[in-house]
């Protein structure tokens, strides 16, 4: 039987961190009116650029007109894209990744991944508590939320963060979907990783 997977067997530690509805998140962190309410962004270009989560809920996409967005969402709030707060906040973001690790790459204006490796002895924390420590950052400094996926590659570290999720480090186990040709899952808080064959 072969030995269950660890992060501290696999050479590399990736971070993938994605910013949350990141254009209609930025205008509620700037407009504490906005928390909680449906917020969609791309009236200039007369179609939902971005959509908070309570626009979704309502059943808003990206790329519905706005005479439609109306219709199924009356009590919307249709806002202008504001690129340069965007960029400055995404500015901002970048930087808290960079507290803990210089190795950032820029994958767009609102997601980033990062080479967290060999850093567990200098920032005196597992992979893990990097992870939380870094969304915790994001998510106080900046007003919104980001999910956060870590693995030992850039495509399931992506996966990962799709299911809101980081690897296990401990008190984890699977809940991403089988990876044909992958070595790993990503997985979710709350559970435990021995009951997919995972190990801390």
């Not at 809920?57 to 919307?76: D, F, N, S, W, Y």
């Not at 508590?129 to 900046?142: C, G, M, N, P, V």
């Not at 996966?159 to 809101?164: D, G, H, L, R, T």
Request: charge should be positive; include cysteine; charged fraction near 25%.
């Amino acid at each position: 039987m072969e030995p269950p997977l660890t992060l501290q067997s696999l050479p590399r530690a990736i971070l993938h961190i994605d910013g949350d509805a990141f254009f209609a998140s930025c205008e509620q962190s700037r407009r504490p009116q906005l928390q909680g309410r449906p917020v969609v962004t791309g009236k200039e270009r007369g179609i939902a650029a971005s959509m908070s989560y309570e626009a979704k809920a309502r059943g808003v996409t990206r790329g519905m007109r706005l005479a439609e967005i109306r219709k199924i969402c009356p009590e919307a709030v249709i806002l202008p894209s504001d690129y340069e707060t965007y960029s400055l906040l995404s500015t901002r973001f970048f930087a808290i990744v960079r507290r803990y690790t210089p190795e950032v790459e820029e994958y767009s204006v609102d997601e980033c991944f990062a080479d967290v490796t060999g850093l567990r002895r200098p920032l005196r924390m597992s992979y893990m508590q990097i992870a939380e420590r870094i969304k915790h950052d994001l998510d106080t400094e900046l007003g919104f939320t980001f999910s956060v996926g870590l693995a030992p590659n850039k495509v399931v570290a992506k996966i990962a963060s799709k299911w809101e999720a980081i690897w296990p480090d401990s008190h984890f186990r699977s809940r991403a979907p089988p990876l044909p040709g992958a070595t790993a899952r990503g997985a979710r808080l709350g559970h435990r990783p021995s009951d997919h064959g995972l190990a801390a």
